[in-house]
């Protein structure tokens, strides 16, 4: 069975870009573009692994995360910031807050799935 994947991305062009990269590495692919449609989407469909922008209209990644992990349903889902925020401490400040990895953008197209795959399979060991 292949894994399902919610992507949370509001720029066209980089959600268009993460979907075909993630698509062709062979996975289903589920798209929201802001935090409201990603948490109906996460409590109507199961998820192996949520993929969230941090930076979103109506309710941000922060905020979805927060209300993703409240609920028990979604504890040992993984889910991992999507972000161009990529100071120094930006990473470490989302571990912290609860994500269980870190994708900086601009994505590299030659490891992005390999990069998904990584934290698809940490999260199936450790789960």
């Known amino acids: ?11 066209e062009d980089n959600r268009e870009l993460a979907r075909e990269l993630l698509e062709v590495a062979g ?3 589920s798209e929201a573009t802001n935090g409201v449609d990603a948490l109906e989407q996460a409590r109507a469909h ?5 993929l969230l922008d941090l ?3 109506i309710v941000d990644g922060w905020e979805a995360l927060r209300q ?4 028990p349903r979604f504890a040992a889902i993984p889910v991992v910031a999507l972000t161009a925020h990529a100071m120094a401490g930006d ?5 912290a807050a609860g994500f269980h990895g870190y994708i900086a953008k601009p994505i590299v197209v030659g490891t992005f799935a390999a990069v998904v795959a990584e934290y698809l399979q940490d999260a199936k060991s450790t789960g």
């Open 1 to 11: 069975m292949r894994n399902r994947i919610l992507l949370v991305e509001d720029v």
């Open 27 to 29: 996975y289903h692919v």
């Open 46 to 50: 199961p998820f192996d692994l949520v």
């Open 55 to 57: 930076s979103l209209p």
């Open 68 to 71: 993703l992990k409240a609920d």
């Open 91 to 95: 990473r470490e400040r989302a571990l």
